[in-house]
């Protein structure tokens, strides 16, 4: 126990009341990091929109359908959310990405990622300056956060991944604040964040289960006693819950499942069944994505606001910031059970990684501010802003061929398709689906899995429904019309292959429409 900890007073170095530090500079210290943030942001979407790079990304695309559909759609409503995508991202988008411009650009989306980058350096500083009261030491961690390339990169899309961060850290900010009044306010915000956090990726998933019990020892550090700490952590507990428990009844009234698991990836990971080769894996790829030594650098500022918590009483909030490497949990389940090897798993660590190295150069006492140089000098020898090699950036470019290879098919549909229906998985190529609303498609004229009995008639006798039909041939396998044309050589009566690039293909309907339920039809309805 310190001295400080046997009067009752906090140590200096600690911000104890949790309250806006003192001093001009230090209090206009995190704003001023967030409107920093949002400038470099703001440009960064500038200059990947006019790259060409702001929708390479198929699930950018995919994102903006999924919002889009809800409304519309030939069946609209709220089951078009889904249930494999958490819901909140899309809430969000429902009704901007109805204006054509917004859907076919991102634009709203992409405003939206923006700010929540300002936010991200906000808390980001935040969090630091509470912990330290330092600065250099807040300004040096944002560092790490806003000149990551990746980063950059994603908050100039309209992808999921700035929005949960945004959440998490919120998260993080107000837990950190709750604890410090032990428990005592803040605990509808607190949770609603967290709900939030929740309903936005899977990721929040095991970093509010790891907060909420690192919340339980540091309300147990700092005195409370083991009964009112429960008490205190379980009512918390409640929102996340709550909104876990609402996925789960949208998923069970969309598409019959509680929790839809698979279905959705093509096993391809030399990893599957390999826990530590596994780890390993993430730690590399951490490593590509920030540089060894902010790596290194982070992992020394975890440890450092470990020993203080254990140290100083006062300093135990700072633990809610460790529950932030749990963001490794999802990608390393991901990844253990097979799924693809992907980067983009791995930047909701970056965030934490920028916390820790602030709060580490901060808790240096008398060498902080050297400290916060030599992160700065790290930073800038490992980080390259708006590197074209960075590995975000280029694996968001998978599909950029195969979109090029597309237009074959859209100039197709452009001169010879008069208003008839398409039939399409959703599933497989929303991406594609959005680039056609370049030639005025839109979403409800295309029959797809959100449809329901609409979409199983269709699939049982497309000649009666519609007059064309797009089928991925290529990704995972071919998608559920290939499979249905494989198994079903009749699926395909009364269509011929048109056009085709990108593994996709074009079949369009020959002659009048079929009887629904004709002879010769295949067996169905075809599951979802």
Not at 293 to 318: E, I, K, P, Y
Not at 467 to 491: K, M, Q
């Amino acid at each position: 126990m310190s001295k400080y900890d046997r009067v009752g007073v906090q140590d200096p170095l600690i911000i104890a009341d949790l309250s806006p530090s003192p001093g001009r500079w230090r209090q206009w210290t995190p704003p001023l990091a967030a409107l920093l943030a949002i400038a470099l942001g703001g440009f960064a979407a500038w200059y990947y929109w006019r790259a060409g790079l702001t929708l390479s990304h198929y699930d950018a695309k995919a994102h903006l359908v999924v919002a889009r559909r809800v409304i519309d759609s030939l069946t609209p409503g709220w089951k078009q959310l889904g249930a494999v995508w958490l819901p909140l991202p899309h809430v969000l988008n429902v009704l901007p990405v109805q204006v054509d411009f917004f859907y076919r650009t991102g634009a709203f989306a992409v405003g939206l990622s923006v700010l929540c980058f300002g936010y991200m350096a906000y808390a980001v500083a935040r969090l630091i300056l509470d912990a330290t009261g330092s600065s250099a030491a807040a300004l040096a961690g944002v560092s790490v956060l806003v000149l990551n390339p990746d980063v950059l990169y994603l908050q100039a899309t309209p992808m999921t991944e700035p929005l949960l961060l945004a959440l998490v850290l919120a998260s993080a900010l107000a837990l950190v604040r709750w604890v410090g009044r032990d428990g005592a306010k803040g605990t509808a915000t607190t949770g609603l964040l967290m709900a939030a956090a929740c309903l936005t990726r899977y990721e929040a998933w095991p970093v509010t289960a790891a907060a909420l019990a690192v919340a339980g020892l540091a309300l147990l550090r700092r005195g409370v006693a083991f009964g009112a700490a429960l008490r205190k952590v379980a009512g918390l507990a409640v929102y996340p819950l709550l909104a876990l428990a609402l996925f789960l009844v949208q998923s069970r009234l969309t598409v019959g499942h509680w929790f839809v698991t698979d279905g959705f990836y093509v096993v391809d990971n030399p990893d599957m069944g390999r826990p530590f080769k596994t780890i390993g894996s993430i730690w590399w790829a951490c490593h590509h994505l920030n540089g060894y030594g902010v790596l290194l650098f982070a992992v020394a500022g975890a440890a450092t606001v470990l020993w203080h918590a254990v140290r100083h009483r006062a300093q135990a909030a700072s633990l809610v910031v460790l529950a932030l490497a749990a963001s490794a949990a999802l990608p390393w389940y991901a990844f253990y059970i097979g799924h693809p090897f992907r980067f983009r798993y791995m930047v909701p660590l970056v965030p934490a990684l920028a916390v820790w190295a602030g709060i580490g150069a901060g808790l240096t006492r008398r060498f902080r501010i050297v400290v916060a140089l030599v992160l700065v000098g790290l930073v800038a020898y490992e980080t390259k802003p708006f590197d074209a090699a960075a590995p975000m950036v280029q694996e968001a470019q998978l599909d950029r061929q195969h979109s090029e290879q597309r237009r074959a098919i859209t100039e197709y549909l452009r001169e010879h398709r008069h208003g008839e229906k398409i039939l399409a998985s959703l599933g497989s190529l929303s991406h594609y689906v959005q680039e056609l609303s370049a030639i005025g498609i839109d979403v409800r004229d295309v029959v797809h899995e959100g449809n329901g009995d609409l979409w199983a008639a269709a699939i049982r006798t497309p000649r009666a429904y519609v007059g064309w039909i797009l089928s991925d041939e290529l990704s995972e396998g071919g998608d559920v019309l290939a499979a249905r044309a494989r198994e079903y050589p009749g699926f395909l009566r009364g269509f011929r292959r048109v056009a085709e690039g990108g593994g996709v293909v074009l079949y369009q309907r020959v002659g009048e429409p079929a009887l629904a339920g004709g002879r010769g039809s295949p067996p169905g309805p075809a599951s979802n």
